[in-house]
């Protein structure tokens, strides 16, 4: 399937590729919450009806929020609900950045279709219940990477780096 609406995708991910355990986060990076905010504010966010309830606030404020689910007919206030991939596709943003925010079975699906990945590396491995898929980096090129050795706020290291599509 192609498409030729802008999507990407936005994951924290651990070195074992873990994203969540209980449909929860698996650490707490504030500087990341920001840069999350920072770069999907005013943009469309696509993300599974689990995603979605794990959210602190819902809907994400000033951005469209689309939840994919496959319970035809069910609706949330303020969000646009998809009932398939294609149906996700077809609600995004034509001209603007749509940013795929999980979970696990949301990013398997999207990620064959996206153009860019931004990710934030978690330098540690962690135990989980929930997965990114393997990526396969000889497909991209690296944009940009920023290490931040040690986080005061949490003692974690890690590295945002952005990818584009070969």
């Not at 994203?19 to 698996?26: E, Q, T």
């Not at 898929?133 to 944009?143: A, G, K, R, T, V």
């Not at 706020?153 to 952005?162: A, C, G, K, Q, R």
């Amino acid at each position: 399937m192609q498409t030729n609406k802008p999507i990407s995708i936005i994951v924290a991910i651990a070195e074992n590729y873990a994203i969540g355990k209980n449909n929860d986060l698996l650490w707490h990076i504030s500087a990341d919450l920001k840069r999350f905010k920072t770069l999907t504010s005013g943009r469309t966010v696509v993300m599974g009806k689990n995603t979605f309830y794990s959210l602190p606030i819902r809907p994400l404020p000033n951005r469209k929020n689309i939840v994919l689910t496959d319970a035809e007919g069910e609706e949330i206030d303020g969000c646009v609900m998809a009932y398939s991939l294609e149906h996700a596709m077809e609600l995004m943003d034509a001209e603007s950045e749509n940013f795929i925010m999980g979970g696990g079975s949301i990013y398997r699906q999207f990620l064959p279709l996206a153009q860019k990945l931004y990710l934030t590396k978690v330098h540690k491995s962690y135990e989980a219940d929930t997965f990114f898929p393997e990526i396969d980096f000889d497909n991209y090129d690296l944009l940009e990477k920023t290490d931040i050795m040690s986080d005061p706020d949490n003692s974690l290291s890690y590295s945002y780096e952005v990818y584009r599509k070969k």
